[in-house]
Every structure is written in structure tokens, then in C-alpha cells.
T-cell receptor
Framework: NAGVTQTPKFQVLKTGQSMTLQCAQD?????MYWYRQDPGMGLRLIYY???????DKGEVPNGYNVSRLNKREFSLRLESAAPSQTSVYFC???????????FGPGTRLTVL | AQSVTQLGSHVSVSEGALVLLRCNYS??????LFWYVQYPNQGLQLLLK????ATLVKGINGFEAEFKKSETSFHLTKPSAHMSDAAEYFC??????????????WGLGTSLAVNP
């Protein structure tokens, strides 16, 4: 099993450009999450999907959109990137009965 | 509402010394608590979890944590630090959401440095 995978690993954008971060899991997780990690600010939840077909805002959703394409895939889209969105983005999944989350390796995004 | 406080954003120990990383929580429901480790340029990995069974929880890499309800604490310890323990450590508590809507509430992390 690959677990939780994310693509790309690194990305550099110019202000105003758009891009989609991809996340896929083969652990049969019902719930999936997108976080951003910034120095000194820990992990902040952007959006989550409690189950296939549903998505909800987390604490920092502005400037982002998500799609739960199917049970395996949960993508994060930046429609018009801003320098404030420079961060490391993590996707995570959680199984039906468990409480812990399983993380992907992250995408390091720089917006110039 | 649930919250997590990690005392000390940076902790430095000598190799072979005791590691103690502090975590205090607030929870309106019986807490489920977690410690995660993040090595440089990697994702987060579960170290251990407390889910209302034994109060002393053993995890990977020789780490353990003790749940103390009276102190609302879940401190992480390791008797003897190794250079490979240098990493960022996060404490988290499950929120009050039901079923698939459960989320984790995260502390800000503690960076552990191990000196030779």
C-alpha cells in the first residue's frame, strides 16, 4: 500500500496563477483533510471531507477550493495564488473506526 | 471546546538525556489524545495515542506518554535521547465531532534538538 500520496512535491507559482494539489489514498479512508503548515503556526485545517461527496470548511478556507472526486481522491485548488499562500500543504486521511489521521509527504508551495 | 497547549516551542537535550515534551489539553468530552512526530521535510507520523484504555501509553521509537486527567496533561517522554530523535513533535486532541466529522485539534509543536 502506498498510503497517502501527494503530487507535486514542490511547486513555484507566480501571483495570480492557479494550480491543483492532488491527494490520493489507498487505505479506504472515509474522511480526508487538507492542512497548511507555516513556521510557528502549527497545522491549520483548510478543508475536510467527512465522506465521499461532502466537503466542509476548516479554519482557513479563504482562497481555496476542494473536490472530493471519489473515495480515494481529494484535491485542493488555488484559483488565484497569493504570496500569503506560500506554505507546506499536507493531506491526511482517517478510517471509519479510527481517530488518528495518516499523512501524506506534503507539497511545498512557493508563490512569488 | 477542545484545545491543546504545548509548553516550549523549542527543547534541547543532550544525547542520552531524558526527553520530556509537555502537552496540556482542554476537552469537553472524554479525550482522545495523540502525539505525532515530523522529521525534516517529511509528513507527520503517529507516535502514540491514548483512547481511554491504559493511562501509560507506549509508542514507537521508545517514546511513551502518560495521561493524567487531574492535571489535563499528556506529556511525552523518552528515557534516553538519540540523535535521530531530533524532529518536530505535535500533540493533538480529538474534537467533539461525531462519526465522520471528527477532526483533530493541534498544538503548535515542539522542536526537539539533540546535542552530541
Amino acid at each position: 500500500n502506498a498510503g497517502v500520496t501527494q503530487t507535486p512535491k514542490f511547486q513555484v507559482l507566480k501571483t495570480g496563477q492557479s494550480m491543483t494539489l492532488q491527494c490520493a489514498q489507498d487505505m479506504n479512508h472515509n474522511s480526508m483533510y487538507w492542512y497548511r503548515q507555516d513556521p510557528g503556526m502549527g497545522l491549520r485545517l483548510i478543508y475536510y471531507s467527512a465522506s465521499e461527496g461532502t466537503t466542509d470548511k476548516g479554519e482557513v478556507p479563504n482562497g481555496y477550493n476542494v473536490s472530493r472526486l471519489n473515495k480515494r481522491e481529494f484535491s485542493l485548488r488555488l484559483e488565484s495564488a497569493a504570496p500569503s499562500q506560500t506554505s507546506v500543504y499536507f493531506c491526511a486521511g482517517r478510517g471509519i473506526a479510527g481517530n488518528e489521521q495518516f499523512f501524506g509527504p506534503g507539497t511545498r508551495l512557493t508563490v512569488l | 471546546a477542545q484545545s491543546v497547549t504545548q509548553l516550549g516551542s523549542h527543547v534541547s537535550v543532550s544525547e542520552g538525556a531524558l526527553v520530556l515534551l509537555r502537552c496540556n489539553y482542554s476537552s469537553s468530552v472524554p479525550p482522545y489524545l495523540f502525539w505525532y512526530v515530523q522529521y525534516p521535510n517529511q509528513g507527520l507520523q503517529l507516535l502514540l495515542k491514548y483512547t481511554s484504555a491504559a493511562t501509560l501509553v507506549k509508542g514507537i521509537n521508545g517514546f511513551e506518554a502518560e495521561f493524567k486527567k487531574s492535571e489535563t496533561s499528556f506529556h511525552l517522554t523518552k528515557p534516553s535521547a538519540h540523535m535521530s530523535d531530533a524532529a518536530e513533535y505535535f500533540c493533538a486532541v480529538r474534537d467533539g465531532g461525531a462519526g465522520n466529522n471528527r477532526k483533530l485539534i493541534w498544538g503548535l509543536g515542539t522542536s526537539l534538538a539533540v546535542n552530541p
